[in-house]
């Protein structure tokens, strides 16, 4: 693959070769909206890996299924040199009970992985707190939530 001269394009030119990319990686069924690409790049990995069915764009509560029928939310966040953070995407409505299971993505900057979990849904309450600002629940996957029990750790069934 050719490497680009980054430093070298206009502004204008950067913006046009994001969006190539963008249009390239919808066409190839990898992400599903123009979003941030974290979230589609997870859902698609975790399910094509995971063997896992993606659900509706609008689904509430889930964003795939098993063919066991067991659902999962499925939330992914990138670090960089400027944001380390492990926050996820807000979980509402946990006491609905919409899915089974959380799957929680920590990707490098280059969109390798990190590291993953799987996590029950009846932990979520008791690893994350809750937001009234956010309505919903707040969960920083850090890497020692994989020491946790009932906490599985799927870094390597996710390695591309």
């Known amino acids: 693959m050719p490497d680009l001269n980054l430093k070298a394009m206009s502004i204008s030119n950067l913006f046009r070769t994001h969006s190539k990319i963008m249009d390239e990686l919808r066409r190839?069924?990898?992400?599903?909206?123009?979003?941030?690409?974290?979230?589609?790049y997870t859902e698609w990995l975790v399910s094509s890996r995971m063997?896992?069915?993606?659900?509706?764009?609008?689904?509430?509560?889930?964003?795939?299924?098993?063919?066991?029928?067991?659902r999962y939310q499925i939330k992914g966040r990138r670090n960089t040199a400027l944001n380390k953070?492990?926050?996820?995407?807000?979980?509402?409505?946990?006491?609905?009970?919409k899915f089974d299971f959380l799957i929680g993505v920590i990707f490098n900057s280059d969109y390798?992985?990190?590291?993953?979990?799987?996590?029950?849904?009846?932990?979520?309450?008791?690893?994350?707190?809750?937001?009234?600002?956010?309505?919903?629940?707040?969960?920083?996957?850090?890497?020692?939530i994989l020491e946790v029990d009932g906490v599985e750790d799927i870094t390597e069934r996710l390695i591309v």
């Open 51 to 70: 063997n896992l069915d993606l659900s509706r764009k609008s689904q509430a509560g889930y964003d795939a299924i098993g063919s066991n029928g067991l």
């Open 28 to 40: 190839r069924g990898i992400i599903r909206s123009y979003n941030n690409p974290v979230s589609d």
């Open 112 to 144: 390798s992985v990190a590291y993953a979990a799987l996590i029950p849904q009846n932990m979520i309450a008791e690893l994350s707190h809750y937001s009234e600002h956010q309505n919903g629940n707040i969960l920083h996957l850090r890497k020692k």
């Open 85 to 97: 953070s492990t926050q996820l995407g807000v979980i509402r409505n946990l006491s609905e009970k």
